[in-house]
């Protein structure tokens, strides 16, 4: 692992390398505060937390380049916190285990959390190199972007002092963000009383998994499978053609992230579990076809488990099964003038039922307003058809692309100088915090790049090394040449 330090360049990598070695999960972001303040104190530049729980680092410019622009370096602190069905890994606790496979970082058993981790380390590299030129630079590393952007909706107006803010949360190297889709959390919950079950009947934990998963902003257009989806046709058959009925369900755990796993517990007449394999082999076989190409490790299971006392009644798990499968997920609409660019989608992320509560979660994304209000009214409208009751949480508004940026301009300008070659101009459906931020600094100049990254909130996820230096090469030249205000 330590051969991460030896990555060029060093001053980020060694950022990195250390950054891996603090539990920073989103929703408990203490220690990678405190670590970020003291790393401040260290380089020699102000740091302080906001009330927001936002970490703010301010250097001084170059002597001589004290008239430029202020510039204001942004990230996240927090990762999301997957691992595989294998691992032990406690994310509040221990540190992410990095190495290198074929030009890439990746992490073993677990997320990487170069989703924003590198972000944050160019910035620490930029604060403690005293060999930099630069006007005033300000870093904003924002706490819990990724369970609902807490930090950036919470940051205080009035904070920070530059006019220029550099997003360095995107993940594609030569592509240089200036729009983003607004998201909102939409929470279905019901209460119901359960009811006996027959203590003749036999149960069976049945469990999908092996999905490729994914970034629910970035990847929701790759078609890949989610596994509460997939499950309920599943179910809704089985309970339909023998006798099951539905004692609990746990699919997907992370709302950002596309469900690779799901498993419930059904109960059924002992003479009908060889039926039941049966059926799952003929899903099995069903799913592998109708996902060929895109999803290669689909795992149908079932293993006896212990009958539980108690299920979900009749009525409402017809219900319920019926809201499921007729729940969106997935691609609603794309960008009329971006055809090629997500305008609309919604991810089916976490079902919990059992214990005499259901609780579903989604997180619905779109470039408009209209449509995200659309699409929040149509989940509500199925979950309310099935007696649930519907909450909306964290919403955010989406980044108005402006191509007439002079920053992008300047960006532009300096990667084709240092590289040869034209940057794209791109509009993301992964929802940024520069809409957030926008809307409390509304004179601020925008744009998000970053290196290149695959798979982010996945154990697949990983960091391409060879994008690392030139995005670092880029953000030193564009930094010593901010114009003067």
Same mark, same amino acid.
């Given at each position: 692992?330590?051969?991460?330090?030896?990555?060029? $360049?060093?001053?980020?990598?060694?950022?990195?390398?250390?950054?891996?070695?603090?539990?920073?999960?989103?929703?408990?972001?203490?220690?990678?505060?405190?670590?970020?303040? !003291?790393?401040?104190?260290?380089?020699?530049?102000?740091?302080?937390?906001? $009330?927001?729980?936002?970490?703010?680092?301010?250097?001084?410019?170059? $002597?001589?380049?004290?008239?430029?622009?202020?510039?204001?370096?942004?990230?996240?602190?927090?990762?999301?916190?997957?691992?595989?069905?294998?691992?032990?890994?406690?994310? /509040?606790? #221990?540190?992410?285990?990095?190495?290198?496979?074929?030009?890439?970082?990746?992490?073993?058993?677990?997320?990487?959390?170069?989703? =924003?981790?590198?972000?944050?380390?160019?910035?620490?590299?930029?604060? /403690?190199?005293?060999?930099?030129?630069?006007?005033?630079?300000?870093?904003?590393?924002?706490?819990?972007?990724?369970?609902?952007?807490?930090?950036?909706?919470?940051?205080?107006?009035?904070?920070?002092?530059?006019?220029?803010?550099? =997003?360095?949360?995107?993940?594609?190297?030569?592509?240089?963000?200036?729009?983003?889709?607004?998201?909102?959390?939409?929470?279905?919950?019901?209460?119901?009383?359960?009811?006996?079950?027959?203590?003749?009947?036999?149960?069976?934990?049945?469990?999908?998994?092996?999905?490729?998963?994914?970034?629910?902003?970035?990847?929701?257009?790759?078609?890949?499978?989610?596994? *509460?989806?997939?499950?309920?046709?599943?179910?809704?058959?089985?309970?339909?053609?023998?006798?099951?009925?539905?004692?609990?369900?746990?699919?997907?755990?992370?709302?950002?992230?596309?469900?690779?796993?799901?498993?419930?517990?059904?109960?059924?007449?002992?003479?009908?579990?060889?039926?039941?394999?049966?059926?799952?082999?003929?899903?099995?076989?069903?799913?592998?076809?109708?996902?060929?190409?895109?999803?290669? *490790?689909?795992?149908?299971?079932?293993?006896?488990?212990?009958?539980?006392?108690?299920?979900?009644?009749?009525?409402?798990?017809?219900?319920?099964? !019926?809201?499921?499968?007729?729940?969106?997920?997935?691609?609603?609409?794309?960008?009329?003038?971006? $055809?090629?660019?997500?305008?609309?989608?919604? *991810?089916?992320?976490?079902?919990?039922?059992?214990?005499?509560?259901?609780?579903?979660?989604?997180?619905?994304?779109?470039?408009?307003?209209?449509?995200? #209000?659309?699409?929040?009214?149509?989940?509500?409208?199925?979950?309310?058809?099935?007696?649930?009751?519907?909450?909306?949480?964290?919403?955010?508004?989406?980044?108005?692309? *402006?191509? #007439?940026?002079?920053?992008?301009?300047?960006?532009?300008?300096?990667?084709?100088?240092?590289?040869?070659? #034209?940057?794209?101009?791109?509009?993301?459906?992964?929802?940024?915090?520069?809409?957030?931020?926008?809307?409390?600094?509304?004179?601020?100049?925008?744009?998000?790049?970053?290196?290149?990254?695959?798979?982010?909130?996945?154990?697949?996820?990983?960091?391409?090394?060879?994008?690392?230096?030139?995005?670092?090469?880029?953000?030193?030249?564009?930094? /010593?040449?901010?114009?003067?205000?």
């Amino acid at each position: 692992m330590n051969e991460i330090q030896k990555l060029t $360049p060093k001053c980020v990598w060694k950022n990195f390398y250390a950054l891996t070695q603090v539990p920073r999960p989103s929703g408990h972001v203490e220690k990678v505060q405190q670590f970020l303040l !003291d790393f401040g104190r260290q380089a020699g530049v102000e740091a302080f937390q906001d $009330p927001a729980g936002n970490i703010v680092f301010r250097k001084p410019a170059t $002597p001589g380049m004290e008239n430029r622009k202020a510039v204001i370096l942004q990230a996240h602190m927090d990762m999301v916190p997957e691992r595989d069905t294998e691992s032990s890994h406690n994310f /509040e606790t #221990d540190p992410i285990r990095p190495w290198i496979s074929d030009g890439w970082v990746k992490a073993k058993g677990t997320t990487l959390g170069a989703d =924003n981790g590198l972000g944050v380390a160019a910035i620490m590299a930029v604060m /403690e190199d005293k060999t930099l030129k630069h006007g005033p630079v300000e870093a904003l590393i924002t706490r819990d972007e990724e369970t609902g952007m807490y930090g950036a909706n919470d940051l205080p107006e009035g904070e920070l002092q530059g006019d220029i803010l550099l =997003n360095l949360d995107s993940e594609t190297w030569g592509k240089f963000v200036i729009g983003s889709a607004g998201g909102i959390d939409i929470t279905a919950t019901l209460d119901y009383k359960e009811t006996e079950t027959d203590p003749n009947d036999a149960a069976l934990r049945i469990t999908l998994k092996g999905l490729r998963s994914g970034h629910s902003g970035l990847e929701i257009n790759e078609g890949r499978a989610n596994a *509460n989806k997939l499950m309920v046709r599943f179910v809704r058959e089985a309970v339909e053609t023998l006798d099951a009925r539905l004692a609990s369900w746990q699919g997907g755990n992370v709302r950002n992230v596309i469900p690779y796993k799901a498993e419930v517990v059904l109960t059924l007449p002992k003479d009908n579990i060889d039926a039941l394999k049966d059926l799952m082999d003929q899903w099995l076989d069903d799913f592998t076809d109708q996902y060929k190409g895109i999803e290669q *490790n689909i795992k149908f299971t079932c293993e006896p488990a212990a009958t539980p006392a108690l299920q979900v009644p009749v009525e409402i798990q017809d219900n319920l099964i !019926d809201a499921i499968y007729a729940c969106h997920d997935g691609v609603v609409r794309m960008i009329p003038s971006y $055809p090629d660019v997500v305008e609309t989608s919604s *991810n089916l992320a976490i079902i919990n039922i059992g214990g005499g509560h259901a609780d579903i979660k989604i997180l619905a994304r779109s470039s408009r307003e209209d449509m995200k #209000d659309y699409i929040v009214k149509s989940l509500e409208s199925c979950f309310n058809m099935a007696g649930m009751k519907v909450t909306t949480a964290g919403s955010y508004g989406g980044w108005d692309p *402006n191509p #007439d940026s002079p920053i992008l301009h300047l960006l532009l300008k300096e990667y084709k100088q240092l590289f040869g070659k #034209d940057g794209i101009i791109q509009v993301d459906h992964a929802g940024l915090e520069c809409s957030v931020i926008l809307g409390k600094y509304p004179h601020l100049d925008v744009v998000s790049f970053g290196p290149t990254m695959k798979s982010p909130h996945t154990t697949s996820e990983r960091a391409l090394i060879e994008t690392v230096e030139p995005f670092w090469q880029l953000l030193k030249k564009t930094l /010593e040449d901010i114009p003067a205000k």
